[in-house]
């Protein structure tokens, strides 16, 4: 088993940054795809980012592109997603979601439903 623990989120103002980590425990991630979704008030869960356990396949919703970078450290077993130029539909929180996949080192997935572990999120809000 997989244990997921995002940090980092808080209140920022339209415009500013904000840096979110993905601490796993429980089983090394280095072989794991990994993501962020999001989930904003009265909506649907949606994709944010996410990147392959090797390779450079990282894929980012077009929302988010050229603002979000996701990124990993597997010595420290850890994700991250910098945010920045956020915005006020930014507001949501940000879920850290894991799948394994050694043998599809270079893949990557956009459902919810196909991620098997899940942190239990940490609030993003963006005043304007």
């Known amino acids: 088993q997989v244990q997921l623990v995002e940090s980092g989120g808080g209140l920022v103002q339209a415009g500013g940054s904000l840096g979110l980590s993905c601490a796993a425990s429980g089983r090394l991630i280095s072989s794991y795809a990994m993501a962020w979704f999001r989930q904003g008030p009265g909506k649907e869960r949606e994709f944010v980012a996410a990147?392959?356990?090797?390779?450079?396949?990282?894929h980012y919703a077009d929302s988010v592109k050229g603002r979000f970078t996701i990124s990993r450290d597997n010595a420290k077993n850890t994700v991250y997603l910098q945010m920045n130029s956020l915005k006020p539909e930014d507001t949501a929180v940000y879920y850290c979601?894991?799948?394994?996949?050694?043998?599809?080192?270079?893949?990557?997935?956009?459902?919810?439903?196909?991620?098997?572990?899940w942190g239990q999120g940490t609030q993003v809000t963006v005043s304007s």
């Open positions: 990147l392959p356990w090797r390779g450079y396949n990282i």
């Open positions: 979601a894991a799948r394994p996949a050694l043998n599809q080192y270079n893949s990557i997935w956009f459902r919810d439903s196909e991620y098997d572990y």
